[in-house]
């Protein structure tokens, strides 16, 4: 399983690691780039990760062999 780091949107910016083939989209908001992930969150509802990279570079380091 491949999983790529990206530095998680919080206030002590702790890494996280995502499977690129679970991703199912990502968004530029103000302040971070959304992860979408394809898992239900509590409740129902859309599962994302907040990360500080910029969606050029998400998107960059999802697509890498």
């Given at each position: 399983?491949k999983?790529?780091?990206?530095?998680?949107a919080?206030?002590?910016?702790?890494?996280?690691?995502?499977?690129p083939e679970?991703?199912?989209?990502?968004?530029?908001?103000?302040n971070?780039?959304?992860?979408?992930?394809?898992?239900a969150a509590?409740?129902?509802?859309v599962a994302?990760?907040?990360v500080?990279?910029?969606l050029?570079?998400?998107?960059?380091l999802?697509?890498?062999?």
């Open positions: 399983m999983l790529v780091q990206f530095t998680y919080s206030n002590n910016n702790l890494p996280v690691y995502i499977n679970q991703v199912v989209a990502v968004k530029a908001t103000t971070s780039t959304l992860i979408h992930v394809a898992v509590d409740g129902g509802g994302y990760f907040p500080r990279e910029t050029a570079e998400v998107v960059g999802l697509q890498q062999d």
